[in-house]
């Protein structure tokens, strides 16, 4: 990492490379890098074709579903020079790792949860004369993918634009960083979106004309074929499906939450172990302000968690691929056979507002004293006892639901 750019993240008011984080230096074991060190090893290979180079065989062997294919066609991504209306950037992704590919790209573009670390982000060169070999990022993707749209670490954002005839984002016009609260109006400027959404309008499939003031929606809405704006033979599938797309929105952000309160218990941690030892203090002591950062934290993950503020539907929504039916079949289910991956689709986006990835490695590696505290605080809601306003859209039938099925389903203490 160059001294500017470790300047630049300072002055963000960051400390990604300092200690308890050292998020470049530390070890990682995230998926990409299991890969990685398998082909190193000859223990895998990828496949090589003449139309998408690597892209199929590093998503089987990373078991990213093809029907998770999304388009965005928005110059707001690595290789922007590939990118246009004509020829949108695929995004494919499954509960960890996201997978971004150009036509006649350079690079395969990878971002991966680590567990402890958070986002990690890779490229893989499209070059068949080479053995495959992941490279990680040494600082590039944070100066996009580090700051107050990825909850000040390194995460991940789904940017909706105004894009002009070429895909380039008119500024001027303002972006939005959506997620499920977002209403369905600021959504998907830039990406292409494939699915039924009646009366409600959202920016995908438009090009902006003018300013936002004169941007019409009504052209983009309800698309079910893309063809008439790009070849899809070009691309793994002919979809960029809209309820993909809703769940990438959720996913993103949930991610961001999790790690971004995995950094601030470590930081809040060291530094009160710190000045335990300059006051002569217990070697385990939690000073009162660790204590509230680590408590702040706590209740964003929570937040996210049980999608507070979310957007209501006034239409039901539909996508246009499998993907629906496979993520739902990913499970787990309960003992009655109900998950957390259940999509309801006519008023919300989950039939159970309890995000899937608190079965994640993510989760599960949270330190001790925040995922305790999320646990604690979660059984508390879901069992009705004096929870804050904001969880009131959670009635009792659901918050017993849910409670029900993280107990029978979620390997942790506290349910």
């Known amino acids: 990492m160059t001294l500017a750019f470790t300047t630049l993240l300072q002055a963000q008011g960051t400390d990604f490379e300092q200690p308890p984080i050292d998020y470049t230096g530390a070890a990682t074991t995230d998926a990409v890098w299991q890969l990685d060190q398998r082909l190193s090893a000859g223990e895998a290979e990828l496949d090589y074709e003449d139309n998408f180079g690597y892209l199929r065989s590093a998503l089987s062997a990373l078991e990213v579903p093809i029907a998770s294919q999304t388009l965005v066609f928005s110059k707001t991504s690595l290789q922007l020079h590939r990118i246009s209306p004509r020829r949108p950037r695929a995004l494919y992704f499954n509960d960890d790792v996201y997978v971004g590919y150009c036509q006649n790209g350079d690079v395969l573009e990878f971002a991966v949860t680590d567990p402890k670390q958070g986002a990690i982000f890779y490229t893989l060169a499209q070059d068949a004369d080479q053995q495959p070999k992941f490279v990680r990022d040494r600082g590039q993707c944070l100066a996009c993918h580090a700051n107050t749209r990825t909850q000040n670490v390194p995460g991940y954002l789904v940017r909706s634009v105004f894009p002009d005839a070429s895909g380039r984002p008119k500024l001027s016009s303002g972006t939005f960083v959506t997620d499920q609260t977002s209403p369905f109006h600021e959504r998907w400027g830039g990406w292409y979106v494939t699915g039924k959404h009646g009366s409600m309008r959202h920016m995908g499939n438009t090009i902006a004309t003018d300013d936002e003031t004169t941007f019409d929606r009504d052209p983009g809405a309800n698309v ?47 530094q009160s172990y710190q000045m335990n030892e300059l006051l002569d203090r217990p070697k385990g002591h939690i000073s009162d302000s660790a204590n509230r950062r680590i408590d702040s934290s706590v209740d964003r993950v929570l937040e996210h968690l049980l999608m507070c503020d979310e957007f209501p539907l006034t239409d039901p929504v539909s996508g246009t691929s499998d993907f629906a039916k496979e993520f739902e079949d990913r499970g787990p289910r309960d003992s009655q056979g109900r998950s957390l991956r259940q999509l309801d689709l006519t008023t919300r986006l989950f039939r159970y507002p309890c995000s899937y990835l608190i079965y994640s490695d993510a989760f599960a590696a949270l330190p001790p004293e925040c995922r305790s505290r999320v646990m604690a605080k979660l059984d508390q809601i879901l069992s009705g006892q004096d929870a804050p306003d904001q969880y009131t859209h959670l009635s009792p039938q659901m918050r017993k639901e849910i409670r029900e099925i993280l107990a029978d389903t979620l390997d942790l203490p506290g349910v």
């Not at 691309?235 to 971004?260: G, K, R, W």
């Open 224 to 270: 079910i074929d893309l063809n008439d704006r790009f070849s899809t033979d070009n691309y793994l599938t002919p979809h960029s499906d809209l309820v993909a797309l809703m769940v990438l929105e959720h996913q993103t952000q949930m991610h961001n939450a999790i790690a971004a309160a995995n950094y601030e218990t470590r930081r809040a941690l060291h």
